[in-house]
């Protein structure tokens, strides 16, 4: 992720700290799944923190067709499991 903005004092003063705060959360409010393909489960094992962050992040927003937890097991888009 890129840098894309910096606020001056100026922004402070009409946007207030909360508004700075608020900008900031609308940001980064968006699906991980949509910005890079997620290689999602099949190398938990290794325990590669951004794989298990992407993991992650693509159960809590239901892409079923990436990974999914059934029966206290893991599964990835093609139906494999650990």
């Not at 909360?18 to 094992?45: L, P, S």
């Not at 992407?54 to 809590?60: G, V």
Request: negative net charge; hydrophobic residues 35%.
């Amino acid at each position: 992720m890129a840098l894309t903005r910096i606020f001056s004092v100026e922004d402070g003063s009409k946007m207030g700290l909360q508004g700075m705060i608020n900008y900031m959360m609308e940001e980064c409010d968006f699906d991980t799944a949509d910005v890079e393909d997620c290689k999602c489960h099949r190398r938990f094992w290794k325990r590669i923190p951004r794989r298990l962050a992407r993991s992650i992040s693509a159960l809590e927003n239901d892409h079923e067709d990436i990974i999914r937890f059934e029966d206290d097991k893991l599964f990835d888009g093609k139906g494999n499991h650990d």
